[in-house]
Nanobody, 124 residues
Framework: QVQLVESGGGSVQAGGSLKLSCAVS????????LGWFRQAPGKEREGVAA????????YYADSVKGRFTISRDNDKNTLYLQMDSLKPEDTAMYYC?????????????????WGQGTQVTVSS
């Protein structure tokens, strides 16, 4: 079983920064992709950023391009999401996920291992 544990959420003012971390168990069990997703109250979960385990290509939602950066440290088995120039509309619960993904990498339905989430709140 793949285990993912997020940390780093919090409350910031608009324009501020946060860095989320996700500790990923060594056993990624057939997963080939790691991603960050978010869900605001009353809204559907949406993909934020993703990265393939076997490469360096990264993928971002249009709403976060140029502001968020996904990265991973293979030695530490950790996935990161650096979030800069935060906006109130970025407020959500953020989740990291792993999956054997074929297709659109920001489609949350393609991921089958999830963390418990970390809350990000951005005030104006």
């Amino acid at each position: 079983q793949v285990q993912l544990v997020e940390s780093g959420g919090g409350s910031v003012q608009a324009g501020g920064s946060l860095k989320l971390s996700c500790a990923v168990s060594r056993n990624t069990y057939r997963s080939n992709c790691l991603g960050w997703f978010r869900q605001a109250p009353g809204k559907e979960r949406e993909g934020v950023a993703a990265i393939y385990l076997g490469g360096t290509m990264t993928y971002y939602a249009d709403s976060v391009k140029g502001r968020f950066t996904i990265s991973r440290d293979n030695d530490k088995n950790t996935l990161y999401l650096q979030m800069d120039s935060l906006k109130p509309e970025d407020t959500a619960m953020y989740y990291c996920a792993a999956g054997r993904v074929r297709g659109y990498v920001l489609n949350y339905a393609l991921y089958n291992h999830w963390g418990q989430g970390t809350q990000v709140t951005v005030s104006s």
